[in-house]
């Protein structure tokens, strides 16, 4: 604080008022006292003294704690935990090839290549036992596709699979492409504040929630269901929302298709595509979809589970909202579990899983990446299958699951 400036004295003399009576106060002088020792102090002070000493630093501490008691925690932030994932995977090493001056494609996925892995014939005795196993039970085995990855041998990962390059209809299993999507436009800058979607993707990976990846989908490609559009507005309007199809095309996975929203719908309420949505599911005549290959999924995995989608930092994020509880007092009793007649119903419930589902009347797709605690198995499965007779099987996921599981571990024994 600043002293006021007087006023300049106008007489040399200063004359008080006559009104005014100044009393001259004795001036006290202070006594130096001698520091005493802290316990003769105490011992001098009453025990009713002490007791009114000890109340008032309780007092200070409750209300210095006061604001922090009963803080619900946020739901907004997004943890990011790192200790409670599996640890991190490394791909094994390839020697760099030559390559030309690297094109700028724009809004593209980062990685560019194939990973590196090698047919294993003894995989491919597992995934032909799968298929005979869904025989055995009647099920057709013309919509399956399967595909498994073993990441376990650090020097080389391994890889085999049924009809797995077919493209087929992955239900809410495109949600785990708009998840990568969406932190590839954050990478990029497309998408300015990250914090505002947290909640829609723990609700769209964890409950599978429509509404929510409906709104990732729009925030990636800048574009919102609405009426039917013409001409130029509808020409943008559809490259923008294709642009998540080129997104992962470019980066060589081949002929996929994760452009169009999944239903039903609550807010607005729709049971299927209106307006320029069903716009964009025309085209020369054909009523198009999200078309995905299991291999096309497994891929996705396993470049996250390596830490290398988007960066390590996202790739991270993503391993956590796929992180699944096994544990049956977890999952049983929540109607969205993604566990119950799928890939992680059958298997122990102490090892890493991650997973993404996707189901309807006439589909039961699954895709999961698997690591149990002394790293004998590691592995990626993706199952997918067409058909209502597999939709109406609850059984069928979980029995396949299992004997991955067991032959897995059986390998790794050896």
Do not use: C
Request: without cysteine; glycine residues 4%; charged residues 25%.
């Amino acid at each position: 604080m600043h002293a006021e400036k007087l006023p300049p004295q106008t007489f040399s003399r200063r004359v008080r008022p006559s009104y005014r009576v100044v009393k001259q106060r004795p001036v006290k002088v202070r006594r130096q006292v001698k520091t005493k020792n802290i316990k003769i102090i105490l011992s001098q002070l009453k025990y009713k003294n002490i007791l009114i000493v000890v109340a008032v630093l309780m007092t200070v501490s409750w209300v210095i704690r006061l604001p922090f008691r009963g803080r619900p925690a946020s739901e907004i932030p997004l943890p990011i935990p790192e200790s409670s994932l599996s640890p991190t995977l490394v791909p094994p090493y390839v020697p760099p090839a030559p390559e030309p001056t690297p094109e700028d494609l724009g809004f593209a996925y980062n990685i560019r290549r194939q990973p590196y892995q090698r047919y294993s014939p003894q995989l491919q005795e597992i995934v032909d036992e799968l298929v005979n196993i869904a025989e055995e039970k009647g099920l057709p085995t013309r919509p399956l596709s399967i595909s498994l990855i073993d990441v376990s041998n650090q020097d080389i990962h391994t890889f085999a699979g049924y009809q797995s390059q077919v493209l087929r209809y992955p239900a809410s299993v495109s949600k785990l492409f708009w998840m990568a999507a969406f932190y590839g436009a954050v990478e990029e800058g497309l998408i300015d504040d990250e914090s505002k979607f947290h909640q829609d993707l723990r609700l769209m990976m964890q409950k599978s929630h429509n509404d929510s990846a409906s709104k990732i989908l729009d925030a990636i490609t800048d574009t919102k269901s609405g009426v039917k559009l013409e001409g130029e507005k509808l020409n943008s309007w559809l490259e923008k929302r294709k642009s998540v199809n080129e997104f992962f095309q470019k980066a060589g996975y081949q002929r996929l298709i994760v452009s169009t929203k999944n239903y039903p719908r609550y807010s607005p309420s729709q049971t299927g595509p209106v307006g320029r949505d069903r716009q964009l599911r025309k085209e020369d005549g054909k009523f198009l979809r999200n078309l995905i290959s299991t291999d096309h999924v497994t891929r996705l995995m396993y470049e996250i589970y390596t830490r290398q989608a988007i960066s390590p930092k996202y790739s991270t994020r993503m391993a956590y909202l796929l992180t699944r509880d096994l544990k049956p007092e977890v999952w049983q009793n929540d109607p969205y579990n993604g566990v119950k007649g799928f890939l992680g119903e059958s298997l122990p419930d102490n090892i890493y899983f991650g997973s993404k589902v996707g189901f309807t009347t006439k589909h039961r797709m699954d895709v999961a990446f698997v690591r149990t605690l002394d790293d004998k198995a590691i592995y990626i499965l993706a199952i997918f299958a067409e058909d209502a007779a597999y939709a109406k099987d609850e059984e069928i996921f979980p029995k396949l699951s299992r004997h991955v599981y067991d032959r897995m571990m059986a390998m790794g024994s050896k």
